[in-house]
């Protein structure tokens, strides 16, 4: 046996040997063993990890090994020392006004120990925490989960009698026997049910026998015995609970109803130990809860009779239209006090224009008492209204008083804008609000708050995009702002950005620029608001790369005492420089510059392409930057070839990030020809195109100048003859005098060669006719490629 505590973590680890290798598994007797279980086999060992272990874990454990010899098992108990799980079949007996009695087996686990105690808890309805009952000790593992709770009781004693019991029926008979079933009554008259009573009597008698002691059975079955074989007999059951309301005097009767007033459809019949209330046509207005009152010298009692029509339910309550928006309202709602007897599935929520008179559906299946309808029309008037549905079918609907127009206050005001000041008032602009919130903008509100007050004041009201604060005091400061409003309200007010001091007063012209460097796409429209300040209004003057700005249909200046714009339409790279604002007045000067920047594919790479070697199989080719490179960085360089004898162009490279490239497996004594572009973000360049050049060996000899004249030597007197040469692959050297090869094997004359340079030596020279020697230098011969002697 194995124990360990809760929340830690169980290792089995067993050796395992057998020839050949046995097969292992773990299993457990009283279920399967987690999914999370780590298991590892090997052909020496077995082992099981479980970790987190709970009650769950507890149980014994098998292993077993199997191969062709045979099988083997064993097993490991384990107990985890856990709280235990809830107790089971909890149930209520014996209940009065003031008591009631519980009932309920151990749980299923006892957590590795002992029960030690229960703990019983209650809780009113009115309530969400439990309060407890009982006190008892922890156990040493703690406190186990609690059983499902008990449905809602009352506690009071028995008012009425019980009703009868149901489904009465036999199962099953012998020759002497009879054994009954039934179900429990309907309505156990407003206490728990103690028991059943069954009586029986012969069929042609009517004196009746009871079979169960006078305090009944608690169970819905029965076997009658000792009965006469071939007789008929007549058997009834009754249900038992403590019912007991006397009093004497005799009491005076009154029935009332808790929400409202008796129904005037009601008959009420009363007697000496009796009353009863009948209502013929039951509606959904006659359920709710029905009080009998008795009362005589002795006290009073009441009693009541909680009465559920099925029937469609009522019209929601408290129908609200909240949130209204230019497209959209928010309805909320309540349940309705009358459901029916049945649980409210779902609301229907419809709605109707004004115009119209038939309501359309928006939601049939709404679950919330709450919903927010979109998609409406801006302006439109509307009503709305909201049913309930039960199982029996949509009750009554709640609709709105008064219709509901679509709108909303209207957004904040665009740009303001000081126009005018002096020591006594204030004038300001601004923009129209983007949109009027689906009503018509009756005005605005312009006000103001003296700097270091806390106070708004409404200064005017116009209804216009302009407006004048008069009765200023002279050098103070103040913040203006304005809000535009409609029928559904004002809007959120929008700020002058900087204080105002109410003065006559000269200010030096000034942008207030927020960068200086603007960047768009080809193809695209900028613009750019610089703000002006300066008093008097200052000239406002553009430039561009200190040329006086030309306006044109795409290019357009505007200004304003407050700002000043520059528009261009359809941006290309020709817009791009440097652009130059100055403003001018009495008061001074100010200028700003501003560099544009078209981001468009760059311009061509600079020419010309240059040829850097050439050899057999390639050629080395080298050019410049693009002049223009499209406002951004170059990426990369496209160089393509093609054969001069075709006019198809082939990619050699798309990716080359320098400005050289050596082009390699072209074909020897072909003519090439190559071009360059440039590609940055935005796209590719055009290309430039490199003169023809021919793919062949390249050769090269030099040659003192002094050797290429006669040369003349005393006889016996040795004279030397050299020349420099280069050439791939390396080429062959051959000295020659009068156009035949010189004879190596010659005493006097010796040759020395290296890779890159070549020596004739003569020595001893003799007189002879007319001597000419040359120098054959060639590479090796290749199929249809005679040397080239130079």
């Not at 008698?205 to 000792?226: D, L, R």
Request: charged share 25%; with cysteine.
């Amino acid at each position: 046996m194995i124990n360990i505590r809760a929340a830690s973590t169980l290792r089995l680890f067993v050796p395992v040997r057998g020839r050949p290798s046995p097969e292992v598994k773990w299993g457990k007797a009283e279920g399967e063993i987690k999914e999370t279980a780590q298991i590892d086999n090997t052909g020496s060992y077995a082992s099981l990890v479980i970790e987190n272990v709970d009650r769950y874990d507890s149980g014994k454990y098998t292993l077993t090994a199997e191969n062709a010899s045979g099988q083997k098992s064993a097993f490991i108990s384990v107990r985890v020392l856990d709280s235990p799980s809830p107790p089971t079949n909890l149930m209520v007996k014996e209940i009065t006004k003031n008591s009631l009695t519980l009932t309920w087996e151990p749980p299923l686990l006892d957590g590795g120990s002992k029960i030690k105690h229960y703990i019983v808890e209650k809780r009113e309805s009115t309530r969400k925490v439990y309060s407890p009952v009982t006190t008892c000790n922890k156990m040493s593992s703690g406190i186990g989960q609690p059983s499902p709770p008990t449905s809602y009781l009352k506690a009071c004693d028995p008012t009425f009698e019980p009703g009868c019991p149901t489904n009465a029926h036999v199962v099953d008979t012998t020759k002497n026997s009879i054994s009954l079933a039934w179900h429990r009554p309907i309505y156990d008259g407003g206490c728990e049910i103690q028991g059943y009573a069954v009586e029986i009597t012969k069929a042609d008698e009517e004196e009746w026998t009871i079979c169960t002691p006078p305090s009944g059975v608690p169970a819905t079955k029965f076997t009658i015995t000792k009965l006469i074989e071939h007789q008929e007999y007549k058997v009834r059951i009754c249900a038992i609970n403590k019912l007991g309301v006397e009093g004497r005097p005799t009491p005076e009767i009154c029935w009332a109803k808790e929400d409202g007033e008796l129904p005037s459809k009601v008959q009420i019949e009363s007697g000496e130990d009796y009353t009863q209330l009948s209502i013929d046509i039951c509606d959904k207005y006659d359920a709710g809860k029905y009080i009998l009152n008795l009362e005589n010298s002795a006290g009073t009692k009441s009693a009541f009779v909680s009465v559920k029509v099925l029937d469609t339910p009522g019209a929601p309550l408290n129908l609200t239209v909240k949130d209204i928006k230019r497209e959209s309202v928010t309805l909320t709602w309540e349940p309705p006090l009358i459901d029916g007897g049945a649980r409210i599935k779902n609301y229907l929520v419809e709605k109707r224009e004004s115009t119209r008179n038939v309501y359309s559906n928006v939601d049939n299946k709404c679950t919330k008492t709450s919903y927010r309808i979109t998609g409406l029309t801006e302006g439109t008037v509307y009503y709305f209204r909201v049913l309930a549905e039960n199982e029996f079918g949509v009750g009554q609907p709640a609709e709105t008083e008064e219709s509901v127009k679509t709108s909303e206050p209207p957004l904040p005001v665009g740009k303001i804008t000081l126009t005018e000041v002096t020591k006594t008032t204030a004038s300001l602009s601004w923009e129209k609000p983007d949109h009027d919130g689906g009503s018509r903008i009756i005005g605005y509100y312009i006000e103001m708050q003296p700097v270091r007050s806390d106070e708004w004041v409404v200064a005017a009201t116009t209804k216009t995009c302009e407006g004048t604060v008069t009765g200023l005091s002279t050098g103070h400061e103040y913040l203006f702002r304005v809000s535009a409003f409609n029928e559904k309200g004002k809007s959120d007010p929008r700020s002058l950005v900087a204080p105002v001091t109410a003065k006559d007063a000269s200010i030096e012209p000034g942008f207030k620029i927020t960068f200086n460097t603007y960047s768009i796409q080809h193809g695209e429209d900028l613009k750019i608001e610089i703000p002006v300040i300066g008093r008097p209004t200052p000239k406002v003057e553009w430039k561009k790369d200190g040329q006086a700005l030309k306006e044109t249909t795409r290019l357009n200046v505007s200004s304003t005492p407050s700002s000043t714009k520059l528009y261009i339409k359809d941006a290309n790279k020709e817009d791009s420089g440097k652009y130059t604002v100055t403003a001018t007045s009495t008061a001074g000067m100010a200028k700003e510059e501003i560099t544009v920047i078209i981001l468009d594919k760059p311009g061509p790479p600079t020419g010309p392409v240059k040829i850097e070697e050439v050899s057999s199989n390639y050629v080395s080719l080298s050019w410049e930057p693009p002049e223009y490179t499209g406002g951004c960085q170059i990426n990369n360089y496209i160089v393509e070839k093609r054969d001069t004898t075709t006019t198809a162009w082939h990619i050699v490279s798309a990716t080359i990030a320098r400005t050289t490239i050596k082009v390699t497996k072209l074909k020897t004594g072909v003519e090439y020809q190559f071009r360059v572009s440039a590609e940055n973000r935005y796209g590719k360049s055009s290309a430039i195109v490199s003169p023809a050049v021919i793919a062949q060996y390249p050769f090269k000899a030099t040659m003192n100048s002094k050797f290429k004249d006669l040369i003349v030597v005393h006889a016996g007197e040795t004279f030397i003859i050299d020349a420099d040469y280069t050439g791939k692959p390396l080429p062959e050297v051959i000295w020659l005098k009068d156009g035949k090869e010189i004879d190596k094997a010659t005493p006097r004359m010796e040759i020395n060669t290296t890779l890159t340079h070549t020596i004739l030596t003569v020595k001893d020279c003799i007189r002879s006719p007319l001597t000419i020697r040359d120098v054959t230098i060639s590479p090796p011969p290749t199929p249809g490629e005679p040397p080239n002697p130079l």
